[in-house]
């Protein structure tokens, strides 16, 4: 018996945890190692004698914690439960503490004792104390992203209301301005659009801040690369200034008191394909606003927007009465035309483009070369062409068909370019270009400068044209013409079958379609007499 209870009072001594061994009375009888050593200031006190009851109820009128412990180990004694337990905090100057207190009745030889152990929970205190605050966090994070949600629903479908409901760009500019401030925390909005002549940056729309710029002029592009407006148009993607007193430049563009006004910008270019219609500069009077999900949010605004404006440009450009007219030179070997005329040292003209029923660009061209086998031998060895087939054949050259993945023709189309002459002779290339306005026109030079190594503006014009215009007519015949019709047309055109005498025959133009011969000529004879519907309806001496 003697050596058993040695073996407990040594195994006690060995707890990490505090332990002390209290009479019926409240009396401390026995603590521990650990007991000891917590005693204040680093002084070691067995407690031994000291009624622990006695001492917790002189703080118990002022502590609740200790209220609590003091009735739950009274009632242990009781017999009223057989154990206690509670969680309490003990700080101290230099560092944040908790502990769990338990209290458990056990008999000796009839004698009714409590044991009291504090065991240290900081660690688990303080991981349940930094999850509830995640949680809160998260709480809060979903309550401000439900705002976000709410708010930005609604400013997606107004937006998106007003650019498509505008009847003109000036329109469209103006009531998504008028949308975005009314949005909080949006205080001002401005759309410029690019001067392609002067190559600056001219506000157009604005709303906000009772309507007044901030900026003083219009952005030179080469010289004001700190303003987010030239710099998001320069690189075609959104800038961002989250706090505009940390903007080092921010008084070479605004005053002073426009720090009052507004703590955040955004510039957004309004881009369409390869088109840049202009650039949404957007005001906030808070710093930080446009963080990533704002700015995904913009960013598909600023898409909406263009694509708004790229259809009102585009329904002007099949009334409009006047044109952009580009001439310019490209000297790029890389350029697929050059590439081919240099191979065959020959002069190549563009004649046309059409489309497969599969939607295979084919473009046509006049090449200077009497060897048509070798002409499409050298075509199909090129970047990007897919395929090539010899139309008709001339005393100076060939007609050539040319079926491309991608290209110059194809791609200026998408701009809305029309392609009035494209020659290549001697490793340089000249095209004279349609466009339905100046932003097009720069889109387009942009585009070529870009892709190409030497391209050089050889004139800028804009054109009167007739109130009805071949590209009235075109639009007009391209709405009255079956695929194959317009085919079976083009083809025929571009091929001179309509000359005389003819270099290309009904069956080898049918052929190059995959239909027989007769079918080739009952489209062909639907189109030309569409075609003439369209001349002889308009006809203005034939009214009346």
């Given at each position: 018996?003697?050596?058993?209870?040695?073996?407990?009072?040594?195994?006690?001594?060995?707890?990490?945890?505090?332990?002390?061994?209290?009479?019926?009375?409240?009396?401390?009888?026995?603590?521990?190692?650990?007991?000891?050593?917590?005693?204040?200031?680093?002084?070691?006190?067995?407690?031994?004698?000291?009624?622990?009851?006695?001492?917790?109820?002189?703080?118990?009128?002022?502590?609740?914690?200790?209220?609590?412990?003091?009735?739950?180990?009274?009632?242990?004694?009781?017999?009223?439960?057989?154990?206690?337990?509670?969680?309490?905090?003990?700080?101290?100057?230099?560092?944040?503490?908790?502990?769990?207190?338990?209290?458990?009745?056990?008999?000796?030889?009839?004698?009714?004792?409590?044991?009291?152990?504090?065991?240290?929970?900081?660690?688990?205190?303080?991981?349940?104390?930094?999850?509830?605050?995640?949680?809160?966090?998260?709480?809060?994070?979903?309550?401000?992203?439900?705002?976000?949600?709410?708010?930005?629903?609604?400013?997606?479908?107004?937006?998106?209301?007003?650019?498509?409901?505008?009847?003109?760009?000036?329109?469209?500019?103006?009531?998504?301005?008028?949308?975005?401030?009314?949005?909080?925390?949006?205080?001002?909005?401005?759309?410029?659009?690019?001067?392609?002549?002067n190559n600056r940056i001219a506000p157009r729309e604005w709303a906000g801040a009772d309507d007044t710029p901030l900026e003083d002029d219009a952005l030179v592009l080469e010289s004001d690369q700190s303003h987010p407006a030239v710099r998001a148009v320069d690189a075609d993607r959104p800038r961002v200034i989250q706090d505009v007193t940390a903007f080092e430049d921010a008084d070479q563009w605004w005053p002073a008191s426009a720090g009052d006004l507004f703590r955040s910008v955004a510039a957004l270019p309004l881009t369409y394909g390869d088109v840049t219609y202009g650039v949404l500069v957007l005001f906030a009077d808070e710093p930080d606003c446009f963080e990533d999900r704002?700015?995904?949010?913009?960013?598909?605004?600023?898409?909406?927007?263009?694509?708004?404006?790229?259809?009102?440009?585009?329904?002007?450009?099949?009334?409009?009465?006047?044109?952009?007219?580009?001439?310019?030179?490209?000297?790029?070997?890389?350029?697929?035309?050059?590439?081919?005329?240099?191979?065959?040292?020959?002069?190549?003209?563009?004649?046309?483009?059409?489309?497969?029923?599969?939607?295979?660009?084919?473009?046509?061209?006049?090449?200077?070369?009497?060897?048509?086998?070798?002409?499409?031998?050298?075509?199909?060895?090129?970047?990007?062409?897919?395929?090539?087939?010899?139309?008709?054949?001339?005393?100076?050259?060939?007609?050539?068909?040319?079926?491309?993945?991608?290209?110059?023709?194809?791609?200026?189309?998408?701009?809305?370019?029309?392609?009035?002459?494209?020659?290549?002779?001697?490793?340089?290339?000249?095209?004279?270009?349609?466009?339905?306005?100046?932003?097009?026109?720069?889109?387009?030079?942009?585009?070529?400068?870009?892709?190409?190594?030497?391209?050089?503006?050889?004139?800028?014009?804009?054109?009167?044209?007739?109130?009805?215009?071949?590209?009235?007519?075109?639009?007009?015949?391209?709405?009255?013409?079956?695929?194959?019709?317009?085919?079976?047309?083009?083809?025929?055109?571009?091929?001179?079958?309509?000359?005389?005498?003819?270099?290309?025959?009904?069956?080898?133009?049918?052929?190059?379609?995959?239909?027989?011969?007769?079918?080739?000529?009952?489209?062909?004879?639907?189109?030309?007499?569409?075609?003439?519907?369209?001349?002889?309806?308009?006809?203005?001496?034939?009214?009346?």
């Amino acid at each position: 018996m003697v050596h058993r209870q040695s073996l407990a009072e040594a195994a006690l001594e060995t707890l990490p945890i505090t332990v002390a061994v209290l009479a019926a009375d409240g009396e401390i009888l026995l603590t521990n190692r650990s007991w000891r050593e917590f005693g204040p200031d680093g002084h070691p006190d067995d407690h031994v004698g000291v009624n622990y009851i006695a001492t917790a109820k002189m703080d118990a009128d002022d502590d609740e914690h200790a209220r609590r412990a003091v009735d739950g180990i009274e009632s242990v004694l009781a017999g009223d439960r057989a154990t206690f337990a509670m969680e309490y905090p003990c700080h101290s100057p230099e560092r944040k503490q908790w502990f769990m207190m338990r209290a458990s009745r056990f008999t000796v030889d009839g004698d009714t004792h409590v044991s009291v152990v504090h065991l240290e929970i900081t660690d688990r205190k303080l991981a349940e104390i930094a999850a509830e605050e995640t949680a809160a966090q998260l709480r809060d994070e979903r309550s401000t992203l439900e705002h976000v949600l709410d708010r930005v629903d609604g400013l997606v479908r107004d937006v998106t209301d007003a650019a498509v409901g505008a009847g003109t760009r000036t329109e469209i500019e103006r009531r998504v301005c008028d949308r975005l401030v009314d949005t909080e925390p949006y205080v001002l909005a401005w759309i410029g659009r690019v001067d392609v002549t002067n190559n600056r940056i001219a506000p157009r729309e604005w709303a906000g801040a009772d309507d007044t710029p901030l900026e003083d002029d219009a952005l030179v592009l080469e010289s004001d690369q700190s303003h987010p407006a030239v710099r998001a148009v320069d690189a075609d993607r959104p800038r961002v200034i989250q706090d505009v007193t940390a903007f080092e430049d921010a008084d070479q563009w605004w005053p002073a008191s426009a720090g009052d006004l507004f703590r955040s910008v955004a510039a957004l270019p309004l881009t369409y394909g390869d088109v840049t219609y202009g650039v949404l500069v957007l005001f906030a009077d808070e710093p930080d606003c446009f963080e990533d999900r704002e700015r995904l949010v913009l960013e598909s605004l600023a898409g909406t927007v263009a694509t708004a404006m790229n259809a009102v440009e585009t329904r002007r450009m099949l009334t409009t009465e006047t044109v952009v007219e580009l001439e310019l030179t490209i000297d790029d070997p890389s350029l697929f035309a050059t590439a081919l005329s240099t191979a065959l040292e020959a002069p190549i003209t563009y004649r046309g483009l059409a489309y497969d029923r599969d939607g295979t660009p084919l473009v046509f061209f006049r090449v200077g070369h009497s060897d048509g086998a070798t002409v499409a031998e050298t075509a199909t060895a090129l970047e990007p062409v897919t395929a090539a087939t010899v139309l008709s054949s001339y005393d100076d050259g060939v007609l050539l068909e040319l079926a491309l993945s991608d290209g110059i023709v194809t791609t200026l189309a998408e701009h809305g370019a029309v392609v009035r002459r494209f020659a290549v002779a001697d490793g340089v290339a000249d095209l004279t270009l349609d466009l339905p306005n100046g932003q097009s026109a720069r889109s387009a030079y942009d585009l070529l400068e870009t892709r190409y190594d030497r391209v050089e503006l050889i004139s800028y014009r804009e054109d009167e044209q007739p109130t009805r215009t071949p590209r009235d007519l075109m639009a007009e015949l391209e709405s009255a013409l079956t695929e194959r019709q317009e085919m079976a047309l083009r083809k025929a055109y571009y091929a001179d079958y309509f000359e005389w005498p003819r270099d290309v025959s009904g069956e080898e133009l049918a052929e190059s379609m995959g239909i027989s011969r007769s079918t080739f000529h009952q489209h062909l004879r639907a189109a030309q007499r569409k075609l003439l519907d369209e001349l002889f309806t308009h006809d203005p001496t034939s009214e009346g």
